[in-house]
């Protein structure tokens, strides 16, 4: 019965890492509104560093889940597409023990965007997972002409087909997008916290206010507490507690993975940081483009 009882805590800790493990590494900005709930790899994706295109940012974070440390590795990449177009992905896997136990997890998010108006939107946002060999993708479309925001899916080899939408009513960000536009075009937070900042995520299978409550400055950082629904205990609320750098980048992070404790996350040393001007300097060049 133990053996048993292990077993399944094992599997549903599996099925939870894209969400509560990949998902806190960009926490501070909203990344954890949207990742898939299972992932487990059979025929993973290629590192989000082989993509095409210019890198801007680089970061490397190590993630430790339950009772295993160095659980998870993960990078998060934000690169040059084309003038005025960016693509922003994380990419995660699971190591050592927790790779046997998982089979070999993996898991990606991807975004298409573009400056316009001033700031980054989304194009199209993918989150694809892997589980016993079967691809499933999740592919929101937004239509900023028609005004409306459209998911398609696949399951295995068959075709992308058309599942829900909605309308395109004001500003709305997948967690990439957002983590990117709040670093580009944000204010600078004051010195003293209090602030609690919201907006609309994708609101499939239901509307998912995100709240981020800005604490104050500290000597570790920028302190602040995320805020959004988990789609593991639909009536629930995830709470993520992380520290920002002057950078707007977390460095750290906290949550809770159901019973089974802690998951921490740690920015590691090295990698590329963004420079803002390039993405404006993109825009111009997108601009006197099409004249």
């Known amino acids: ?3 048993l009882m292990n ?13 509560l493990a990949m998902v806190s590494i960009l926490m501070a900005l909203i990344l954890a509104l949207a990742l898939p709930p299972a992932a487990l790899a059979a025929d993973p994706a290629p590192m989000a560093a ?7 940012e680089n970061l490397h974070y190590k993630i430790d889940v339950w009772i295993w440390r160095d659980a998870v590795d993960a990078q998060v990449v ?3 597409a084309g003038p005025g177009r960016y693509q922003a992905e994380v990419d995660g896997r699971s190591q050592g023990l927790l790779a046997l136990v998982t089979g070999g997890w993996r898991g990606r998010l991807s975004t298409d965007m573009e400056y316009a108006e001033g700031g980054l939107r989304p194009l199209v946002y993918k989150e694809i997972s892997y589980k016993k060999g079967k691809k499933r993708v ?3 479309r937004f239509n900023y002409a028609a005004k409306k925001v ?5 399951e295995g080899d068959g075709p992308l087909a058309k599942h829900w939408e909605a309308d395109l009513t004001g500003p709305m960000y997948d967690p990439l997008t957002f983590f990117y536009n709040r670093r580009i075009t944000g204010q600078s937070l004051a010195e003293k916290g209090g602030e609690n900042l919201k907006f609309q995520g994708i609101p499939y299978p239901k509307p998912d206010p995100i709240t981020l409550r800005v604490g104050d400055k500290t000597g570790e950082g920028r302190k602040i507490m995320l805020e959004l629904g988990n789609r593991i205990h639909k009536d629930e609320r995830s709470v ?8 707007g980048v977390p460095t750290k992070a906290q949550t809770q993975v159901g019973t089974f404790g802690n998951v921490d996350i740690t920015l590691l040393p090295g990698g590329k940081r963004l420079n803002k001007a390039e993405v404006s300097k993109g825009d111009c060049q997108a601009r006197a483009g099409g004249n």
């Not at 082989?50 to 801007?56: E, Y």
Request: proline share 2%.
């Open 7 to 19: 077993k399944i805590k094992t599997q549903s800790l599996g099925c939870s890492l894209s969400r």
């Open 50 to 56: 082989s993509s095409p295109g210019k890198i801007l």
């Open 138 to 140: 999740m592919e929101y």
């Open 78 to 80: 934000f690169r040059e």
């Open 1 to 3: 019965m133990a053996r």
């Open 150 to 154: 459209e998911l398609w899916k696949q």
């Open 240 to 247: 993520v507690y992380a520290y920002l750098d002057s950078d």
